[in-house]
């Protein structure tokens, strides 16, 4: 079994900033990627950034240029700060690990709500 701790998310004014934190346990083999996803009401789940095991980074459109993302040695720890929020930042975002072999499969946090208003 894999678990995902994820911390952070919360209620945020617009402008503000937004840091989320992601610890991963358990039974891991071979880690491809880790990362944050998000997903809004009635919207689909989006990238919202992911650290590739070879060191790539890889963002999404919505959040480029107001992010930073890093991950500890063993990749079992993931953290991104976003700045200068704006209003549809709001969403549940989900922490997000690929992982095994010889099949990658997916292990996903429960989630935690960001809410970005005044």
């Known amino acids: 079994q894999v678990y995902l701790a994820e911390s952070g998310g919360g209620l945020v004014q617009p402008g503000g900033s937004l840091r989320l934190s992601c610890e991963a346990s358990g039974h891991i083999i071979n880690v491809l990627a880790m990362g944050w996803y998000r997903q809004a009401p009635g919207k689909q789940r989006e990238l919202v950034a992911t650290?590739?095991?070879?060191?790539?980074?890889q963002y999404g459109d919505s959040v480029k240029g107001r992010i930073s993302i890093s991950r500890d040695d063993v990749m079992s720890t993931v953290v991104v700060n976003i700045d200068r929020l704006r209003t549809e930042d709001t969403a549940v975002y989900f922490c997000?690990?690929?992982?095994?072999?010889?099949?990658?499969?997916?292990?996903w946090g429960q989630g935690t709500q960001v809410t970005v208003s005044s």
């Open positions: 650290i590739i095991s070879d060191g790539t980074i």
């Open positions: 997000n690990l690929k992982h095994g072999i010889p099949f990658p499969q997916d292990t």
